[in-house]
């Protein structure tokens, strides 16, 4: 299997390389180079250039903004986008909620919400987990009954990314609690604004508000916010989080952060050990990177298999061992929080100092979750030992 890129494929990581160059504000480059915070107003710029260009939603139909691109263009525009580095356009929107709209929608819902989810004018968040709900979803208890032309919502989600900053919420809820498990549920789009809903913060461990528990008290929501068939959100739900894994190989993340990595450790004169042991993440990461490659060309050709699950164990493994290289390094420092705000992770400091290691922890300490969400890492060894090794 040739896995070199072609002459187009090489031409059109320039004019990638080049477009971003010179249309990433500077200040949202410079904030994601230094592993700080950025905000929502960053992010929906930024998706708002991208989508300008036609590059925001690649993946989708042509008709609602797809590029027609192939797995392989789509796979360079994410690398360099994250390399940057700057922020890949909002999960939520562009790899869930939008291609579960474009193939389970009715076209009024697709043209009501796909231009505004592409432009990032609602911001989506999550309703999948619940307390009791989260490596076994299907066990959740979210309640949607019927009264007339609406459902009428109650319950609790948990973990919600970013609902302190959402319009909208897509959320699976039970809409037959005498059915089996999976074929009693719906997939639900609800407006925040809906009388009823609160939203909670937690705080996590590296002191960052991003998640949030979301509470449903008697919310009225209309009949024609329910995508597909009453009773087979599960659907909408495989098919999203297939998506959603795929998006986590991270190639480019891990290659910025790897860069800068060795660029300290050469200025601090690291030791041999610690050299080793870059190198031997670094190794990994470029396996990473050729089974990347492989999957998308199999994918390419029609090929289905466990290629979501592979990427996304992978991926975060090799992210989780990259902050714990910058913690090895910074040593007793890294003991220090210095962080101004609390949502700032890596600094880019010119040298290693107190300073610069004194931030590591929080990112060290924020990335565990790339781990657990998304479907927890055991959970993807679950289904590779079930398709690869037929356990
Ligand atoms: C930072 C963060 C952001 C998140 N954002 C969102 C969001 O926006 N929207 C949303 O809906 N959810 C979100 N989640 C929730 C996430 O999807 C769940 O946390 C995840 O599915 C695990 O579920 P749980 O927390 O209930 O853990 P549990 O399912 O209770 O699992 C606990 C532990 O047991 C292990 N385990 C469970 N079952 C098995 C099994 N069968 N075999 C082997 N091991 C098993 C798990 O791997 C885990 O280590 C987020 C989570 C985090 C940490």
């Given at each position: 299997?040739?896995?070199?890129?072609?002459?187009?494929?090489?031409?059109?990581?320039?004019?990638?390389?080049?477009?971003?160059?010179?249309?990433l504000p500077e200040s949202i480059r410079a904030k994601m180079q230094d592993?700080k915070?950025t905000s929502?107003e960053d992010?929906?710029t930024w998706?708002?250039?991208?989508?300008?260009?036609?590059?925001?939603?690649?993946?989708?139909?042509?008709?609602?903004?797809?590029?027609?691109?192939?797995?392989?263009?789509?796979?360079?525009?994410?690398?360099?986008?994250?390399?940057?580095?700057a922020?890949?356009?909002?999960?939520?929107?562009?790899?869930?909620?939008?291609?579960?709209?474009?193939?389970?929608?009715?076209?009024?819902?697709?043209?009501?919400?796909?231009?505004?989810?592409?432009?990032?004018?609602?911001?989506?968040?999550?309703?999948?987990?619940?307390?009791?709900?989260?490596?076994?979803?299907?066990?959740?208890?979210?309640?949607?009954?019927?009264?007339?032309?609406?459902?009428?919502?109650?319950?609790?989600?948990?973990?919600?990314?970013?609902?302190?900053?959402?319009?909208?919420?897509?959320?699976?809820?039970?809409?037959?609690?005498?059915?089996?498990?999976?074929?009693?549920?719906?997939?639900?789009?609800?407006?925040?604004?809906?009388?009823?809903?609160?939203?909670?913060?937690?705080?996590?461990?590296?002191?960052?508000?991003?998640?949030?528990?979301?509470?449903?008290?008697?919310?009225?929501?209309?009949?024609?916010?329910?995508?597909?068939?009453?009773?087979?959100?599960?659907?909408?739900?495989?098919?999203?989080?297939?998506?959603?894994?795929?998006?986590?190989?991270?190639?480019?993340?891990?290659?910025?952060?790897?860069?800068?990595?060795?660029?300290?450790?050469?200025?601090?004169?690291?030791?041999?050990?610690?050299?080793?042991?870059?190198?031997?993440?670094?190794?990994?990461?470029?396996?990473?990177?050729?089974?990347?490659?492989?999957?998308?060309?199999?994918?390419?050709?029609?090929?289905?298999?466990?290629?979501?699950?592979?990427?996304?164990?992978?991926?975060?493994?090799?992210?989780?061992?990259?902050?714990?290289?910058?913690?090895?390094?910074?040593?007793?420092?890294?003991?220090?929080?210095?962080?101004?705000?609390?949502?700032?992770?890596?600094?880019?400091?010119?040298?290693?100092?107190?300073?610069?290691?004194?931030?590591?922890?929080?990112?060290?300490?924020?990335?565990?979750?790339?781990?657990?969400?998304?479907?927890?890492?055991?959970?993807?060894?679950?289904?590779?030992?079930?398709?690869?090794?037929?356990?």
């Amino acid at each position: 299997m040739d896995l070199s890129f072609t002459k187009e494929e090489l031409a059109f990581r320039t004019e990638v390389r080049d477009f971003i160059k010179k249309s990433l504000p500077e200040s949202i480059r410079a904030k994601m180079q230094d592993g700080k915070f950025t905000s929502k107003e960053d992010m929906v710029t930024w998706q708002r250039i991208l989508n300008a260009k036609g590059w925001a939603v690649p993946h989708w139909p042509v008709e609602w903004g797809g590029a027609g691109w192939t797995a392989i263009q789509r796979y360079i525009l994410r690398e360099e986008i994250e390399a940057a580095p700057a922020m890949t356009p909002l999960s939520f929107n562009v790899n869930m909620v939008g291609p579960v709209i474009a193939h389970f929608g009715t076209p009024e819902q697709k043209q009501r919400f796909l231009p505004r989810c592409a432009n990032i004018d609602d911001w989506w968040c999550q309703g999948f987990s619940e307390p009791g709900a989260g490596s076994d979803l299907a066990g959740l208890r979210t309640a949607a009954r019927r009264d007339g032309n609406h459902y009428v919502v109650n319950g609790q989600k948990m973990w919600t990314t970013y609902a302190h900053y959402a319009d909208w919420i897509f959320c699976l809820v039970r809409t037959d609690p005498q059915a089996k498990k999976q074929e009693g549920i719906s997939f639900l789009l609800i407006d925040m604004k809906s009388p009823g809903i609160t939203v909670k913060s937690i705080v996590t461990i590296d002191g960052a508000h991003e998640v949030n528990e979301v509470f449903f008290d008697d919310v009225r929501v209309p009949v024609e916010n329910l995508i597909g068939t009453e009773n087979r959100g599960w659907d909408c739900a495989k098919f999203l989080l297939g998506n959603e894994r795929t998006g986590m190989a991270r190639i480019g993340i891990s290659k910025e952060r790897l860069k800068y990595l060795k660029k300290i450790a050469e200025e601090e004169d690291a030791d041999p050990g610690f050299l080793q042991k870059l190198a031997a993440v670094e190794i990994e990461l470029k396996a990473h990177e050729m089974t990347t490659l492989r999957i998308l060309s199999a994918e390419q050709r029609g090929a289905k298999g466990p290629g979501s699950s592979i990427l996304k164990l992978r991926g975060t493994e090799i992210m989780q061992s990259i902050t714990e290289l910058y913690l090895s390094l910074a040593g007793p420092f890294g003991l220090q929080s210095r962080r101004e705000g609390p949502d700032e992770h890596l600094s880019n400091e010119e040298a290693l100092d107190p300073e610069w290691a004194g931030v590591i922890a929080p990112t060290y300490f924020n990335w565990r979750k790339l781990s657990i969400y998304g479907g927890s890492n055991e959970i993807q060894k679950n289904i590779l030992a079930k398709m690869v090794l037929g356990l």
